[in-house]
């Protein structure tokens, strides 16, 4: 369906329209996810004791905070503790923000800037918080203890009742159902999609025309619109198989792993930069991002994709390029988020960073929120957290950089193992003595008792930190990866009680999750115990790995999944719209040989993905929410098919593969949490090549709801925002962009000029010629289409208007104004909601 350029728009930009009302959604993450991973473990830690009624507890300023009631109600100021939707009138956030000194929790250690934004977010949702008014549940320090109970308790992880959740039951593929309308229906997933509407009696909608099932599909596999001559070809081929071999070419361009890549990325929380207090720039990363490209390029099976990802490196490799391509992948891990001004003192937050991304982007399970605690919500104990914790705390994480380390160690070696010896062997040897030289320093210092005698120490120490810091500086010139590779020390790992890395519990032997069969590790097992738990994630008898990545590549044709909560398969999650459609694509997933590929012709071959997005008063009544698929949903682009959308119909996107990026040498890195490392660099390349910082988001890709590098992303939310408008109308990238649109706007209808051996009148020229046909070119290289004659005789009225008053403002004159007018019409087709969206 086509909408038309109101008049307004075309003359003013006003009426410009980012994106469409009814495609926002709420903004922010799961509130109660939030609660348990990044607050109430705060609350227990740093505030229970003097705030609870738990063992050893006393209730200071007649304050509770170990219930939600106690939250709200507040203590002896009268005033609520926390007012929800309101951070600024909650005292709770004014306290732990330490900007008022009467008022200053804790009171002896201040907490972390990403701590209280946290608190910040969470008041902003509305302080979702689960806990009952009882008191605590358990005594302090108790395995399991979380603070007060919330109403409801997850069945024990092992037994028929948590095995009996839809997730966790094996998959079990089924027959198509029989359907009335066999003619409709063009695969298997369409008969399951008609039986679930011929029951409600929703009619299918009709299918959609040529030109928007095209522009749907090659958004959708590339992330790029088709070009002209791509649209003719489709709309004229007459043969049966013509989307066939239009989904065929797709599937077969680079830009299809580009695209795709970039959803894994958001899954991975993708960085350039490490994240802690300096966010350091990882030189190395870029090569993680480009592994990913390229397995979706080379429609690697997905089980092999998730193996490498976790333990690439103890893989067997045919030949040295796998074994390099091997160490890369585990670039999934190694990118896990740095915390604080010395990440290696706070790696149990890398690690449940790790344990956060893997259990969400391949389980679909929020595994962070047993750190503390028992699950709340799912059948996972904290002693499987810690399980599968013992596996990466046996693993050795690369260190970046950081404002008390300004170097970059333990990133692994691309060169063979000869060779890495041979070269590095003596200098890893030096680097030994440098680091043992700094502990014996340190350890001699916390000895002394004299004053004297520990400042001596202390200049010692630093002495051999600043030997440590220019031998880093002199290494030897290796290629190297961000990667991870097994600890010289590996073992299980202790239950940290309350989250708490110094408050240890009994062990936990390293294993898989209980519910999903509680594999364990030998117990005189030498190693991480990556490769195994690889083993575990992709076995076809794990119910979930296969359930969520078919859900995810549904969910990125049609705008969401059949579990709408792509990332939560857990009790909390929403159910299957279509259980049993789900099963049947799992089931064809892992018996095609995890062929992603394969799963989009599936999907984009059918009936259902073909439809128009044209609405139905009768099926609107039934199902306003189209959770049946009774049409197509309409979306707006992300932020980055806008962006390389807008380059490519303007002619200038830099097609070429990215690489690396252009940061200043190791030897000037001097970040700190003051004076962080922050840089945006020019490119008319692809978007998934801009460099991605952590605590300082891309301005484009910010603007309009890009992934969040700090954590991981299964589902981008769409926001409304004035900025994003006056972006569109303003921004200088917008504007060079639209004039190279122009450019090619008058290129086009300058050679049709030609052609036709026609001259435009002095009264009716544009630029360089006829303005009906400078505005038909803008018109069909933007939007794929020829203006209808209302938009064409108000687009050529106002390119004469805006002419005629430039040149009596003196602005511009002759063909530098024809020029800015057909810029400034082509910055509103750029703006306009039949760019921005697809249907």
Not at 394 to 413: A, H, L, N
Not at 448 to 457: C, H, S, V
Not at 599 to 607: G, P
Not at 648 to 655: C, E, I, N
Request: hydrophobic share 40%.
């Amino acid at each position: 369906m086509r909408r038309r350029l109101t008049v307004p728009l075309l003359l003013a930009f006003a009426a410009s329209v980012v994106v469409h009302p009814s495609s926002a959604v709420a903004a922010g993450p799961d509130g109660l996810q939030l609660f348990e991973s990044k607050i109430r473990p705060v609350l227990v830690q740093s505030c229970y004791a003097c705030h609870s009624t738990g063992k050893d507890a006393k209730v200071k300023g007649d304050l509770r905070l170990d219930t939600k009631a106690g939250l709200l109600r507040g203590g002896s100021t009268g005033k609520p503790a926390v007012v929800p939707g309101d951070p600024e009138k909650s005292l709770l956030v004014e306290a732990i923000r330490y900007h008022n000194d009467e008022l200053l929790m804790p009171p002896k250690a201040r907490l972390a800037a990403e701590v209280v934004q946290a608190f910040e977010a969470w008041v902003r949702m509305g302080a979702p918080d689960p806990r009952t008014d009882a008191p605590l549940a358990a005594a302090a320090g108790q395995v399991g203890d979380g603070g007060a109970a919330s109403h409801y308790k997850p069945p024990a992880a092992g037994s028929a009742e948590a095995k009996a959740h839809w997730s966790f039951r094996p998959v079990v593929p089924t027959d198509p159902p029989v359907v009335r309308d066999t003619a409709w229906a063009k695969t298997d997933a369409d008969r399951f999609v008609l039986a679930k509407l011929e029951e409600k009696h929703l009619t299918p909608a009709a299918p959609a025309d040529r030109r928007t099932l095209i522009r749907r599909a090659t958004f959708d596999l590339t992330g790029l619109p088709p070009t002209p001559a791509e649209v003719d070809a489709f709309a004229a081929d007459p043969s049966s198989d013509a989307f066939t071999k239009v989904v065929d070419r797709l599937l077969a361009s680079p830009a299809y792993g580009e695209r795709w890549g970039r959803h894994w990325l958001d899954l991975a929380r993708y960085a350039d930069t490490a994240g802690e207090s300096a966010d350091y720039p990882v030189p190395q990363a870029y090569r993680y991002r480009d592994y990913v490209i390229a397995a979706f390029n080379a429609d690697k099976p997905y089980d092999a994709f998730v193996r490498e990802q976790v333990a690439g490196d103890l893989l067997p490799a045919a030949d040295d390029a796998a074994r390099r391509e091997h160490i890369v992948a585990t670039g999934f891990v190694a990118t896990a988020r740095r915390f604080s001004v010395r990440p290696e003192r706070e790696v149990h937050l890398t690690i449940d960073d790790t344990l956060d991304v893997l259990g969400k982007s391949v389980l679909g399970l929020s595994l962070s929120c047993a750190r503390c605690h028992d699950h709340k919500f799912d059948p996972v104990p904290a002693s499987d957290y810690y399980a599968l914790y013992g596996i990466f705390s046996s693993t050795r994480y690369p260190m970046p950089g950081c404002e008390e380390i300004k170097f970059q160690k333990d990133f692994v070696p691309l060169v063979s193992q000869d060779e890495a010896e041979r070269v590095l062997g003596p200098y890893k040897a030096k680097v030994a003595a440098a680091e043992q030289e700094i502990r014996d320093a340190q350890k001699a210092r916390r000895a002394a008792t004299d004053q004297k005698e520990q400042d001596t120490l202390r200049a010692r120490e630093r002495a051999a930190e600043k030997a440590a810091e220019r031998l880093a500086r002199e290494a030897p010139d290796v290629e190297t990866a961000y990667a991870v590779a097994d600890a010289d020390k590996t073992g299980d790992a202790p239950i940290q009680l309350r989250g708490e890395p110094y408050n240890k519990g009994p062990v936990a032997p390293r294993g898989f999750l209980t519910v999903l069969g509680g594999q364990k590790l030998p117990a005189d097992y030498q190693g991480s115990g990556r490769l195994e738990l690889a083993r575990w994630l992709t076995d076809p008898a794990n119910p979930l790995t296969a359930r969520v990545m078919v859900n995810r590549i549904w969910q990125h044709h049609f705008g969401r999944g059949l579990v709408k909560s792509a990332s939560d398969f857990g009790i909390r999650g929403t159910p299957p719209t279509h259980p049993e459609m789900l099963d049947y694509l799992a089931g064809r997933f892992v018996a095609g040989g995890w062929s992603v590929k394969a799963m989009h012709r599936q999907i984009m071959l059918s009936a259902t993905y073909q439809q128009s997005a044209a609405g139905d008063a009768a099926n609107t009544a039934i199902d306003p929410a189209n959770d049946l698929w009774w049409r197509a949903d309409r979306r707006r682009l992300d932020a980055e098919e806008i962006r390389d959308a807008m380059l490519a119909v303007g002619g200038r996107l830099d097609a070429s593969p990215g690489g690396a990026q252009p940061f200043p040498p190791m030897a000037k890195w001097g970040f700190t949490q003051h004076a962080p490392f922050t840089a945006v660099y020019p490119s008319d390349k692809r978007s998934v090549y801009l460099m991605v910082q952590r605590i300082r988001r891309h301005p484009f890709l910010a603007t309009f709801d890009g992934a969040d590098p700090n954590a991981t992303t299964g589902e981008r939310l769409v926001s409304t925002t004035p900025l994003q408008a006056l972006f569109m109308m303003n921004d200088p990238f917008v504007h060079e962009q639209a004039a190279a649109l122009a450019d090619r706007a008058t290129a086009q209808a300058v050679a049709e000029t030609m052609s036709r051996a026609t001259i435009a009148g002095p009264g009716n020229s544009g630029p360089t010629g006829d303005v009906a046909r400078h505005v038909a070119a803008a018109f069909r290289l933007a939007l794929l289409r020829p203006p209808l004659p209302e938009e064409a005789a108000a687009a050529e009225s106002y390119l004469r208007e805006f002419r005629q008053k430039a040149e009596a403002d003196g602005v511009a004159a002759g063909a530098d104004a024809g020029k800015a007018a057909l810029a400034s019409l082509c910055r509103a087709l750029l703006a306009s909601n039949e760019f921005l969206f697809v249907e």
